[in-house]
C-alpha cells in the first residue's frame, strides 16, 4: 500500500484544514488508518484514527472536538478535518495503514502502522 498525503499549509490560528491522504496498491484490504504528526524538536504523536472495523473514530485529547478524521473507501482516501486551529498543532502530518486485525490497543503506536506516507507540513501562525 502506498499512501499520499497533501492539503498542508499555513493557517493562521482558529482557521481551519483538511488534509487528504490517497491509498494506492493493494488496498482491497481494509485498514485502520491513522494520523500522526511530528513538531520540530519532539517525538511523533498519534493525532486520530479511524478502525478498521468501521465507524470507530479515535483521538488524541488535544485535538478532541477539533478534529475529525473520515475516509470515503470508495476512493480509498482518509481526510483529517482541522478546524479551531491552534499554533501547537504545528507539525508535520503523516498518515499511515495498520493492518486489520490488530488489537484496539495498538492503534496510538506508531510502530504498529505498516505503510505511511511522506508526511504534509501544517503550519499555524497566531
Known amino acids: 500500500v502506498q499512501l499520499q498525503a497533501f492539503g498542508g499549509g499555513l493557517m493562521q490560528a482558529g482557521g481551519s484544514l483538511r488534509l487528504s491522504c490517497a491509498a494506492s496498491?493493494?488496498?482491497?484490504?481494509?485498514?485502520?488508518m491513522g494520523w500522526f504528526r511530528q513538531a520540530p524538536g519532539k517525538e511523533r504523536e498519534f493525532v486520530a484514527a479511524?478502525?478498521?472495523?468501521?465507524?470507530?473514530?479515535f483521538y488524541a485529547d488535544s485535538v478532541k472536538g477539533r478534529f475529525t478524521i473520515s475516509r470515503d473507501s470508495a476512493k480509498n482516501t482518509v481526510f483529517l478535518q482541522m478546524d479551531s486551529l491552534k499554533p501547537e498543532d504545528t507539525a508535520v502530518y503523516y498518515c499511515a495503514a495498520q493492518s486489520r486485525g490488530k488489537i484496539l490497543s495498538t492503534l496510538r503506536l506508531s510502530a504498529e502502522y505498516d505503510h505511511w506516507g511522506q508526511g504534509t507540513l501544517v503550519t499555524v501562525s497566531s
Open positions: 496498491g493493494r488496498t482491497g484490504s481494509r485498514y485502520t
Open positions: 479511524d478502525r478498521w472495523t468501521g465507524g470507530s473514530a
